[in-house]
């Protein structure tokens, strides 16, 4: 195989794994879930933007758009996860009054 | 009596989310669109001049080799001066909502000294990081990015304040980045120069000057906005933890 024609096989690979990954995370009913899934979405977004011979930019998603801003929203998220516990753990306590 | 109340208001509230849901979709559908629409217009809109070559021309002037950094601490310094503002106003927000909540157990000796790996070599990363910026990939962002990432893993190995100094000390180190910004742009002004309108011969230094006070800002803010809260608003109680806790996390280092 000639050098552009596996360049393209790569690409064509890099871009159905960034829409299945960034599909995955949006339709992800569960919030950990997504954020993992975000997470891996922007590693695999700064691998296209080195592709793309944007390395700065690569860079920067993989510091703060995945390893950063994936710590904060798994921080979120568990914080969300407990609030809903708790939330429930009032209903069931109501529904039993 | 209330159940089927609360069934029509439960089926109520469904179908209001159904509607938002589907109200979304449709938006963003129309979104998408109207972006290829600018895109192809974009893509067929022929050869104008452009800003490119211009700006690319102009790099050698601008005090540092790197375009990326030239673009963002030269050409469009109000950009990264309003960026830094967005930041230290995500984490006045934060620092608003509501106490930072305790830390995680403290780490095994294992992780503990990982982290004593880790967190220096972090650190060097990011001097390296800012320094490279002038004339490679790399620069303020990146190198503040590595710096919060330090003070995240110290957050996670069990030191509740990431390994960030009081909070007096904080809020200038929050700040330092506008502030620096700020200053180096009126004394530009004073002397004659316009804002933020570097001198040739003095760009690289003044560049590397707020590049660094921006690293330090931009790394403090990360890292407090994973702490989640602002550090000493239980009263009093806290400062005297916070006192142990510095030496703490300086000492993080191999322990006998």
Redesign the interface.
Known sequence: MSQPALLLAFDIVLLTTLLALALAAVLSPEPRRAVMLFIAFGLWLSLVWARLHA??V???EA??GA??GG??ML?AAR?AARAAQRGTARRADDGAR | MTEPADWARSDRARERARDLSLLLAVLLALLGVVLLAVYFLALNGGAAPRLAELALARVPQSGVGNPVTAVLVNYRAYDTLVELAVLLAAVLGIWSQRPAPPGFQRSSAVLAGMVSWVVPLLIVTSGYMLWVGGYAPGGAFQAGALLGAAGVIVRLAGDPTAGLPGEAVQRWLLVLGVLMFALVGLALMLLGAGFLTYPPKLAKWLILLIESAATIAIGTALAAAYVGGRPSAKGQGPSAGEASAAPSSSSLGPRP
């Open positions: 390395p700065d690569a860079l920067a510091a703060i390893g950063l710590a904060l921080a914080r």
